[in-house]
Every structure is written in C-alpha cells, then in structure tokens.
C-alpha cells in the first residue's frame, strides 16, 4: 500500500509560480515511479509529469514543457512540482500518482492514467487571468 498526501495549491495570478509536493509513505518510495496529473472541471483526468524511480527519466506533457519541472527526492519521500509562468488553462486539482508496478532505472514514465495504481486525494491550482 502506498498514501499519498498533496499539497501547495491555491490561487495565483497568470505568470505566477507554484510548487506542489506529494509526500508518499507505505512502500518504498524510492522503489517506483511517480507522476503528477490534473482534472478541470468537465474535463478527463490528463498526464502532466512522471518520473522515474531515480529520477534519471522525465516524461513531460508538451502542454506544460518547458514551464513545468517535476522532480523527487527520495531521502524525503517527496516528489515535487515546480510550475512557473502559469496560464489559465492550469487551472485544475493536481493529483500525485504512483506506478509500484515499474521500478527499472530506465523506465520511461507512462502517460496513461491505468499505469498508476495509487492516488492523493488532490491539491486545487487557480490561475486567475
């Protein structure tokens, strides 16, 4: 079993930074991947970020490349979010996943929402215009 508790939402102007964490606890953590996904409202469940176990691969959204960095440190059991120039089009709750299922070095994160077996109940990002 794996919790996962986010946090550091909340509302900033268009241009701002935010930085989420998730902290996990449970299994492991340094021993499977992670990724950051968001849900607006009326819309499907969307990928934003994933990182391996080591933190050696990323996989970036190309919505989001180049603004948003994800990043971990398993001393800490976090893996973090860091948002910069934010658009309107954030606006979402942001939820932390974990994919126990692929540890490999070389793994390349999974974009796909069925490749994650464990969710945070979510932290809410509101980029005003």
């Known amino acids: 079993q794996v919790q996962l508790v986010e946090s550091g939402g909340g509302l900033v102007q268009a241009g701002g930074s935010l930085r989420l964490s998730c902290a996990a606890s449970?299994?492991?953590?340094?021993?499977?991947?992670m990724g950051w996904f968001r849900q607006a409202p009326g819309k499907q469940r969307e990928f934003v970020a994933g990182i391996s176990w080591r933190g050696g691969r990323t996989n970036i959204a190309d919505s989001v490349k180049g603004r948003f960095t994800i990043s971990r440190d398993n001393a800490k059991n976090t893996v973090n979010l860091q948002m910069n120039s934010l658009k309107p089009e954030d606006t979402a709750v942001y939820y932390c996943?974990?994919?126990?299922?692929?540890?490999?070095?070389?793994?390349?994160?999974?974009?796909?929402?069925?490749?994650?077996?464990?969710w945070g109940q979510g932290t809410q990002v509101t980029v005003s215009s």
């Open positions: 449970g299994r492991t953590f340094s021993s499977y991947a």
């Open positions: 996943a974990a994919d126990v299922a692929h540890a490999g070095s070389t793994y390349y994160p999974d974009h796909r929402t069925p490749m994650y077996d464990y």
